[in-house]
Nanobody, 117 residues
Framework: QVQLVESGGGLVQAGGSLRLSCAASGRIFGVDTMGWDRQAPGKQRELVARIFGGGRTNYADSVKGRFTISRDNAKNTLYLQMNSLKPEDTAVYYC???????????WGQGTQVTVSS
């Protein structure tokens, strides 16, 4: 059973930076798709970033140029570097893992990011 545990959230002023981490209890395989989603109060959960097995990435338009997703398979860890944070980035951020061979999806419990203006 895979467990994903996020860390690195917190309170930061607008324009600041945070780095989120997601530690997986099981192995992260090279074929796994990993990612980050977020959910703000009163809003639907939305995709923030994905990194695919071959290293290709994609981002929501709202975070392009400010956020960077990366992964370290040897450490079973996923990262999200968030720069130039804005109040509208305030949300609970969730780590996501998908194995395309088994079709299984996994989600972490989330970490709160709050950006003050």
């Amino acid at each position: 059973q895979v467990q994903l545990v996020e860390s690195g959230g917190g309170l930061v002023q607008a324009g600041g930076s945070l780095r989120l981490s997601c530690a997986a209890s099981g192995r992260i395989f090279g074929v796994d798709t990993m990612g980050w989603d977020r959910q703000a109060p009163g809003k639907q959960r939305e995709l923030v970033a994905r990194i695919f097995g071959g290293g290709r990435t994609n981002y929501a338009d709202s975070v392009k140029g400010r956020f960077t997703i990366s992964r370290d398979n040897a450490k079973n860890t996923l990262y999200l570097q968030m720069n130039s944070l804005k109040p509208e980035d305030t949300a609970v951020y969730y780590c996501y893992k998908h194995n395309p061979l088994s079709g299984n999806d996994y989600w972490g419990q989330g970490t709160q990011v709050t950006v003050s203006s």
